[in-house]
């Protein structure tokens, strides 16, 4: 009887000692940080080549670019090779082949394995005139030791006399070799050898000798761009640097990282780089870029970069990320305060931090609608449509239409995402959600299906980023549980509610971080008895609508639903009608309890079999029990031994009651009784223990044996316990634990029994009261 207590000293004591460090060292799951607020806005849409700068606040970068440096390279290469041989194979030579194989062919061997032989890349390297090309390939393999650091989490170890040799190397081999392209090759890897030395003066001065005037379209010329800037931050040329990288980050996609991630090192501001520009095309890149490493709301970088080049590819990366920026901070908070769980929603917020986070959202509308006045934008409709999309957040539910009525596109990707802003503004305008709009919402239901069919499943690769298939299923999981769920629920169609959670339990990808209520969850634990025997009328039903079908085709199968509906009546002490929904359940599919009508003097112990207590009850025997003593009850006089049985079994199928199952499928260890639960009859039993109480007074009158009577005031004072009203001072809630109204009884008429004495020493809410006694 003594957890509260220590509970309470232990929050308290963890909260003083370490503080913030509980946060920190707390076990638990980890966000997805691709899925961890609510969102209808794809970053897909015209986003290719930028993906590392999508939104997402958990995580550097979204994921890689494309192309990846890997495929640039093989594509640069098959430009060299001609299409007679494959990108698998020169993937497969280059990234797959050890030295020794790659010495062998550089040096005509035919002394290779037959799939080495067998590889078309190789097959044109052994030819002649390639083994220029054999040879550079050797040695920017055998450079690859040098330049690369095998283990990530150590600091580089150079060797500088290696870096010496391999330079002298690659310089006489460059001036052996007469192919250009192969030359190029050999001139990056001689300015990168340069770098890693750290002869940054030196590799600028290469970089200017073997590629002015050269062609600017190469990964390699990029790449050894890369490395003067690196040079130039390293000789503290900053702002030079910063320029230098802005111009390989838009030129080379597969670099795009790397680039981001040394400019940001440069500590350079936009308005320093912008003199260094060429033209507005440049400054446009160069805003872009400062505005990808802004984590908050804020439309300047898209002023910016429009008022540079209206063109721009970035302004449509940069307006997801604004939109999934406020669905992160605002939209997705908002929903989530319909949920009945969740971690976080808008009414979490301050008055002050709702008005920000609104004025942020006005404010994107309005530069979003300038642009798009302004007609100058490359994809208009996408604009059109996000303007739409905005409008909808913000409850302007007309104006969302009539956005998305000036939307004229034939392009996919912005059509998918116009199909979804419009049937989210559809279900927002519709008052009621009807037989008729639910035709629609069907058909909305399969298309977004076939959006799903080709991905793969990402739960299973979590790891790097998801495809655009993920995306349609994260969209209609939230479309389910964030937008259907709580609007039939505001019907008061529980039914319809529990079908679309279903659908949405059988996309398998609630997140612990986005998720709502299950199906299985509402069933078990929300719903009434009517509204189940209605479900389950409904689900055998043979003749359903198109769409009730539908759903239902992916209700979960594993609810027992007879055994769901006798736990509901017993929630409610209803024992008759559960003993008759029981009998259509197996007995080996019922729960069984050996100790449910054992009395339980303290808050421990789990259902196991004891000495005087070891057959099992099923719930279909243990409702039958409670039924025949209800009928006892109804004989005077009743004898005490059976209002005290009846007690203690209400008082085990409470949350504090070791057969507590009988009743819930899963009990939290951080749940208790607060007034509110006064509200719903079953959590006012479950939690506040009032019927058990009552019976144990009973008892306790209908007894004239003074050991049993005081076993029945200690029972009943364990129940009265069970509602003490909470109290945010934690002294007076103690308090209040230890002047039980059952202790003074229990301490002037009984202090001379044996079980008295018993529970005296098992006690601590009953020994602190004696002794607050003693003191006054």
Same mark, same amino acid.
């Given at each position: 009887?003594?957890?509260?207590k220590s509970?309470?000293?232990?929050?308290?004591?963890?909260?003083?000692?370490?503080?913030?460090?509980?946060y920190?060292l707390?076990c638990?799951?980890?966000?997805?940080?691709y899925?961890?607020?609510?969102?209808f806005?794809?970053?897909?849409?015209?986003?290719?080549?930028?993906?590392?700068?999508?939104?997402?606040?958990?995580?550097?970068?979204?994921g890689?670019?494309?192309?990846?440096?890997?495929?640039?390279?093989?594509?640069?290469w098959?430009?060299?090779t001609?299409?007679?041989?494959t990108?698998?194979?020169?993937?497969?030579c280059?990234?797959?082949?050890?030295?020794?194989?790659?010495?062998?062919i550089?040096?005509?061997?035919?002394?290779?394995?037959?799939?080495?032989?067998?590889?078309?890349?190789?097959?044109?390297?052994l030819?002649?005139?390639?083994?220029e090309?054999?040879?550079?390939?050797?040695?920017?393999?055998?450079?690859?030791?040098?330049?690369?650091?095998a283990?990530?989490?150590?600091?580089?170890?150079?060797?500088?006399?290696?870096l010496?040799?391999?330079?002298t190397e690659?310089e006489?081999l460059?001036?052996?070799?007469?192919?250009?392209?192969?030359?190029?090759?050999?001139?990056?890897?001689?300015?990168?050898?340069?770098?890693?030395?750290?002869?940054?003066?030196?590799?600028?001065?290469?970089?200017?000798?073997?590629?002015?005037?050269?062609?600017?379209?190469?990964?390699?010329y990029?790449?050894?761009?890369?490395?003067?800037?690196?040079?130039?931050l390293?000789?503290?040329d900053?702002v030079?640097?910063?320029?230098?990288?802005?111009?390989?980050f838009?030129?080379?996609?597969s670099?795009?990282?790397?680039?981001?991630?040394s400019?940001?090192?440069?500590?350079?501001?936009?308005e320093?780089v912008y003199?260094?520009?060429k033209?507005?095309r440049?400054?446009?890149?160069?805003?872009?870029?400062y505005?990808?490493?802004?984590?908050?709301?804020?439309?300047?970088?898209?002023?910016?970069?429009?008022?540079?080049?209206?063109?721009s590819?970035?302004?449509?990366?940069?307006l997801?990320?604004?939109?999934?920026?406020?669905e992160?901070?605002?939209?997705?908070?908002y929903?989530?305060?319909d949920?009945?769980?969740g971690?976080?929603?808008?009414?979490?917020?301050?008055?002050?931090?709702k008005n920000?986070?609104?004025?942020?959202?006005?404010?994107?509308?309005t530069?979003?609608?300038?642009?798009?006045?302004?007609?100058?934008?490359?994809?208009?409709?996408l604009?059109?449509?996000?303007?739409?999309?905005?409008?909808?957040?913000?409850?302007?539910?007309?104006?969302?239409?009539?956005?998305?009525?000036?939307?004229?596109?034939?392009?996919?990707?912005?059509?998918?995402?116009?199909?979804?802003?419009?049937?989210?503004?559809?279900?927002?305008?519709q008052?009621?959600?009807?037989?008729?709009?639910?035709?629609?919402?069907?058909a909305?239901?399969?298309w977004?299906?076939?959006k799903m069919?080709?991905?793969?499943?990402?739960?299973?690769?979590?790891?790097?980023?998801?495809?655009?298939?993920?995306?349609?299923?994260?969209?209609?999981r939230?479309?389910?549980f964030?937008i259907?769920?709580p609007?039939?629920h505001?019907?008061?169609?529980?039914l319809?509610?529990?079908?679309?959670?279903?659908?949405?339990?059988?996309l398998?990808?609630n997140?612990?971080?986005?998720?709502?209520?299950?199906?299985?969850?509402?069933?078990?634990?929300?719903?009434?008895?009517?509204? =189940?025997?209605?479900?389950?009328?409904?689900?055998h039903? @043979?003749? $359903?609508?198109? &769409?009730?079908s539908?759903? !239902?085709? +992916?209700?979960?199968?594993?609810?027992?639903?007879?055994?769901?509906?006798?736990?509901s009546?017993?929630?409610?002490?209803?024992?008759a009608?559960?003993?008759?929904?029981f009998?259509k359940?197996p007995?080996?599919?019922?729960?069984?309890?050996?100790?449910v009508?054992?009395?339980?003097?303290?808050?421990?112990?789990?259902d196991?079999?004891?000495?005087?207590?070891n057959?099992k009850?099923?719930?279909?025997q243990?409702c039958?029990?409670?039924?025949q =003593?209800?009928?006892?009850?109804k004989?005077?006089?009743? @004898?005490? $031994?059976?209002? &005290?049985?009846?007690?203690? !079994?209400? +008082?085990?199928?409470?949350?504090y009651?070791?057969?507590?199952?009988?009743?819930k499928?899963?009990?939290?260890?951080?749940?208790?009784?607060?007034?509110?639960?006064?509200k719903?009859?079953?959590?006012?039993?479950?939690?506040?223990?009032?019927?058990?109480?009552?019976?144990?007074?009973?008892?306790?009158?209908?007894?004239?044996?003074?050991?049993?009577?005081?076993?029945?005031?200690?029972?009943?004072?364990?129940?009265?316990?069970?509602?003490?009203?909470?109290?945010e001072?934690?002294?007076?809630?103690?308090?209040?634990?230890?002047?039980?109204?059952y202790?003074?009884?229990?301490?002037?008429?009984?202090?001379?029994?044996s079980f008295y004495?018993?529970?005296?020493?098992?006690?601590?809410?009953l020994?602190?009261y004696?002794?607050s006694?003693r003191?006054?």
């Amino acid at each position: 009887m003594n957890y509260k207590k220590s509970f309470v000293f232990l929050i308290s004591f963890c909260a003083v000692f370490f503080g913030n460090v509980i946060y920190t060292l707390s076990c638990g799951p980890s966000p997805d940080p691709y899925d961890y607020y609510i969102s209808f806005f794809s970053p897909y849409t015209k986003g290719g080549g930028y993906e590392p700068f999508y939104y997402t606040s958990l995580s550097s970068f979204y994921g890689d670019p494309t192309p990846s440096e890997e495929t640039a390279n093989v594509g640069d290469w098959q430009n060299y090779t001609g299409k007679e041989v494959t990108e698998k194979d020169i993937r497969e030579c280059i990234y797959t082949y050890q030295v020794e194989q790659l010495s062998a062919i550089a040096n005509g061997s035919n002394v290779l394995p037959d799939s080495v032989k067998k590889n078309s890349f190789t097959q044109f390297l052994l030819k002649d005139k390639n083994q220029e090309a054999a040879r550079y390939l050797l040695f920017a393999k055998t450079c690859e030791p040098a330049v690369i650091n095998a283990d990530p989490w150590s600091a580089p170890e150079r060797n500088n006399e290696l870096l010496e040799n391999l330079y002298t190397e690659g310089e006489g081999l460059y001036n052996k070799t007469t192919d250009k392209d192969i030359r190029e090759r050999y001139a990056f890897q001689l300015i990168r050898l340069q770098h890693y030395r750290k002869d940054y003066q030196g590799s600028i001065t290469s970089f200017d000798k073997f590629f002015e005037g050269k062609d600017k379209s190469s990964l390699v010329y990029f790449k050894a761009l890369a490395l003067k800037a690196g040079a130039l931050l390293r000789l503290k040329d900053s702002v030079q640097s910063a320029y230098l990288f802005s111009r390989v980050f838009e030129k080379a996609p597969s670099l795009r990282i790397s680039c981001f991630t040394s400019l940001m090192w440069t500590n350079t501001s936009n308005e320093q780089v912008y003199p260094l520009c060429k033209d507005n095309r440049e400054k446009s890149m160069v805003a872009a870029i400062y505005g990808f490493a802004n984590p908050e709301p804020d439309v300047a970088a898209l002023r910016k970069v429009y008022a540079f080049d209206p063109a721009s590819p970035a302004l449509n990366i940069l307006l997801g990320r604004e939109i999934n920026k406020l669905e992160d901070a605002y939209f997705s908070p908002y929903l989530s305060a319909d949920q009945p769980v969740g971690l976080i929603s808008i009414q979490d917020y301050s008055t002050e931090e709702k008005n920000k986070m609104k004025a942020r959202l006005n404010a994107l509308q309005t530069v979003v609608d300038s642009i798009v006045n302004k007609g100058k934008l490359k994809d208009m409709d996408l604009w059109r449509v996000s303007s739409a999309y905005i409008s909808y957040i913000r409850k302007d539910y007309p104006a969302a239409k009539t956005r998305l009525d000036e939307v004229k596109t034939k392009d996919p990707e912005v059509k998918d995402q116009w199909e979804i802003v419009n049937l989210l503004v559809n279900i927002n305008q519709q008052t009621t959600i009807d037989s008729v709009f639910e035709s629609r919402l069907l058909a909305s239901f399969k298309w977004l299906d076939s959006k799903m069919s080709s991905g793969r499943n990402y739960r299973d690769d979590w790891w790097g980023m998801p495809d655009k298939a993920y995306f349609f299923k994260k969209t209609y999981r939230n479309l389910l549980f964030a937008i259907l769920a709580p609007r039939y629920h505001q019907q008061g169609d529980v039914l319809k509610e529990a079908l679309i959670r279903g659908r949405c339990d059988s996309l398998q990808i609630n997140d612990y971080f986005v998720s709502g209520e299950t199906a299985v969850s509402q069933v078990r634990d929300d719903m009434k008895s009517a509204e =189940l025997i209605r479900l389950n009328d409904f689900l055998h039903r @043979p003749v $359903k609508s198109p &769409y009730e079908s539908y759903l !239902a085709g +992916f209700f979960p199968k594993e609810l027992y639903m007879e055994r769901i509906i006798g736990e509901s009546y017993m929630r409610v002490h209803d024992f008759a009608n559960a003993r008759d929904w029981f009998k259509k359940v197996p007995a080996g599919a019922q729960a069984v309890s050996y100790l449910v009508f054992k009395d339980q003097l303290q808050d421990f112990g789990a259902d196991t079999a004891e000495q005087q207590y070891n057959k099992k009850i099923t719930q279909q025997q243990f409702c039958e029990r409670m039924v025949q =003593l209800q009928e006892k009850m109804k004989v005077v006089p009743v @004898p005490a $031994k059976v209002y &005290y049985d009846y007690a203690s !079994a209400l +008082f085990s199928i409470s949350y504090y009651g070791k057969s507590w199952f009988f009743v819930k499928d899963y009990r939290p260890t951080t749940q208790w009784y607060t007034t509110k639960c006064d509200k719903d009859p079953f959590e006012k039993q479950y939690f506040g223990c009032y019927g058990a109480e009552t019976y144990y007074l009973k008892a306790a009158q209908a007894s004239t044996d003074r050991d049993f009577r005081a076993r029945c005031a200690f029972m009943a004072a364990r129940c009265s316990q069970k509602h003490t009203a909470e109290n945010e001072d934690d002294n007076k809630y103690i308090s209040a634990l230890i002047h039980n109204r059952y202790f003074p009884l229990l301490t002037t008429n009984f202090a001379q029994t044996s079980f008295y004495q018993q529970v005296y020493g098992q006690c601590s809410y009953l020994r602190d009261y004696v002794k607050s006694g003693r003191k006054k």
